[in-house]
């Protein structure tokens, strides 16, 4: 459900201090999701393992588009 509503970019994001909600308004059956913000090196090494595992992501979906 989250990723069907994302998928439609239907996300409403409310910055709060120090933390953050969101919402799918086209989603009543989801509930919120509250974000709390993480200390700085948390937050870097969980970023850079989200970018390289999208770079891997992509990089996989590049090799099945191109065949074999």
């Known amino acids: 459900m989250l990723r069907a509503g ?9 910055l709060g201090r120090g933390s953050a909600t969101l919402r799918l308004p086209e989603e009543p059956r989801c509930p919120a999701l509250a974000l709390a913000q993480l200390p ?11 970018v390289f595992g999208m770079a ?7 090799r099945r588009l191109e065949g074999p």
């Open 6 to 14: 994302l998928g439609h970019g239907a996300a409403e994001l409310s």
């Open 56 to 62: 891997g992501c992509i990089e996989s979906l590049e």
């Open 40 to 50: 700085a090196a948390e937050a870097c090494s969980q970023l850079q393992a989200l």
